[in-house]
């Protein structure tokens, strides 16, 4: 039986790694074709020079804006196939700092709150690093993207458990309804259409991967008054899973 088990894992691993070698491939090299099409149709639109036609030049606007997505799609693919393969450094991070760094980096930080709580014995901690950085950008990254209102607020909270780090990045959004938290950890569906919000929709795919091969856990819980709340706990001593 138990040669059987470690036949069974043995192949799993194979097949995973075959799969992921796939994905690679496949996102690397459709990169060129697509970047061929974005050039074309902004030659042709040169040639046609200040006389071309409205309707022509919104539709290699369009084009262009289209293959710009699919290239992203792409690289969210082959990021995503990545996870457990680059940026795989121990060091010692300073919680806050991260926090504050990903916030200093979001886009369309105009007329957002950020609320920032920590309950911490100590803010220093050894980790994967720029894994955590990532989890934490993507998180804020959706609160304020796909928030709703003018006035927007976003709350970080962050306390020391006895095995893990709970953080908690909640938002007074528009929330998401019962019928679809169940899809948006789906890699590529956005709850808006991306035409309406310009997203990927693969951030957090790729931040339930990386908890995942940590050992951690990610929920998502609707808040009181519209909103929503996503709970990570990422453990003080990492378990990576193959």
């Known amino acids: ?4 088990e470690k036949n069974c894992q043995e192949e799993l691993s194979a097949l995973k790694k075959e799969y992921e070698d796939f994905v690679y491939i496949v996102s690397h090299d459709i990169k060129t074709p697509m970047r061929a099409i974005s050039n074309i149709a902004k030659w042709i639109e040169d040639d046609l020079g200040a006389d071309i036609n409205i309707d022509v030049l919104n539709n290699f606007t369009l084009l ?3 293959v710009g997505r699919l290239e992203n799609m792409l690289n969210a693919l082959l990021e995503l196939s990545r996870v457990n393969r680059t940026e795989m450094e121990f ?7 991260i926090v504050e760094g990903c916030i200093a980096s979001l886009d369309n930080k105009l007329n957002v709150t950020f609320h920032v709580n920590y309950n911490l014995l100590s803010e220093n901690c050894v980790t994967l690093g720029k894994k955590l950085n990532k989890v934490i950008f993507n998180l804020l990254d959706n609160a304020v993207r796909f928030h709703d209102k003018e006035i927007k607020n976003v709350f970080v909270d962050v306390t020391e458990k006895e095995l893990d780090y709970e ?3 909640s938002d007074d959004g528009p929330g998401i309804s019962a019928e679809l938290k169940e899809r948006i950890f789906s890699i590529f569906y956005t709850v808006n259409s991306k035409d309406v919000i310009d997203s990927t929709g693969a951030g957090l795919t790729i931040s339930s991967k990386i908890i995942e091969m940590v050992g951690g856990s990610i929920r998502y819980i609707p808040a009181e ?8 706990n990422w453990p003080k001593k990492i378990n990576l899973k193959n």
């Open 167 to 169: 953080l908690k990045i």
């Open 64 to 66: 262009k804006n289209r």
């Open 91 to 97: 060091y010692e991070v300073n919680i806050p700092k």
């Open 225 to 232: 008054n519209n909103g929503s709340i996503f709970q990570i």
């Open 1 to 4: 039986m138990a040669e059987a």
